[in-house]
């Protein structure tokens, strides 16, 4: 049984449209929930967290969460070139409260 | 700004060797992790480090892992006798405080290990 589950993609869109990624989660007890982005042969970098039902916004990236479907979702607003990256969603699971990284969605933002 | 450092950035060796990964967290911090990265495949947790003790671990991490902060800045994972399937990349990170209290990880570059 999959734990979380994301669009490994590739998802291509237009430098300046909005990105949309998504992610789904199997366990009931997560309570908090984040999005790393990670470039090609580097490290993950934290961009958003997120802790209560409805949507937090940082910037271009509005991260949004319904707990009750299990869904979890990053929208990146004015897409540049430079978001093109592995998009790791990554809700703690078993209650661990420690982050279990889906397998990542790849973006790629064409000029 | 602080950063977590990790060496090496490449560590080549034979099957059943001994390895260790050096990781320095960011001084303040006061949680310590390990996770590993096989190519092409989903980030894995290993285990978490705090005031001198594993707070939490994973199934990965057995009995051939170990992990020790020797003295007040290094971090360091053990590997006592790598197999083949070892070979990925190695991520340290540090957090100021817990998981538990939501606090951002910061990740190091990683160590690439390659196991022969």
């Known amino acids: 049984q999959k734990e979380v589950e994301q669009n490994s993609g590739p998802l291509s869109v237009p430098e300046g449209a909005i990105a949309s990624l998504n992610c789904t989660y199997s366990?009931?007890?997560?309570?908090?929930f984040f999005w790393y982005r990670q470039y090609s042969g580097k490290s993950p970098e934290l961009i958003m967290s997120?802790?209560?039902?409805g949507d937090k916004e940082d910037g271009r990236f509005t991260a949004q969460l319904n707990k009750a479907s299990q869904y979890v979702s990053l929208l990146i607003r004015d897409s540049q070139p430079s978001d093109s990256a592995t998009y790791l969603c990554?809700?703690?699971?078993?209650?661990?409260?420690?982050?279990?990284f889906g397998r990542g969605t790849s973006l790629i933002v064409h000029p | 700004e602080p950063e977590v450092t990790q060496t090496p950035s490449h560590q080549v060796t034979q099957m059943g060797q001994e390895v260790i990964l050096r990781c320095v967290p960011i001084?303040?911090?006061?949680?310590f992790y390990w996770y590993r990265q096989i190519l092409g495949q989903k980030v894995e947790f290993l285990v978490s480090?705090?005031?001198?003790?594993?707070?939490?671990k994973s199934e990965i991490f057995d009995d051939q892992f170990s992990v020790e902060r020797p003295d007040g800045s290094n971090f360091t994972l053990k590997i006592r006798s790598t197999k083949l399937e070892d070979s990925a990349m190695y991520f340290c990170?540090?957090?100021?405080?817990?998981?538990?209290?939501?606090?951002?990880?910061?990740f190091g570059p990683g160590t690439r290990l390659t196991v022969l």
């Open positions: 990170a540090s957090s100021e405080g817990g998981a538990r209290t939501y606090n951002e990880q910061f």
């Open positions: 366990d009931r007890v997560s309570q908090s």
């Open positions: 997120i802790y209560s039902n």
């Open positions: 990554a809700p703690p699971l078993g209650g661990s409260y420690i982050p279990t």
């Open positions: 001084s303040n911090h006061l949680y």
């Open positions: 480090f705090y005031n001198n003790e594993i707070s939490e």
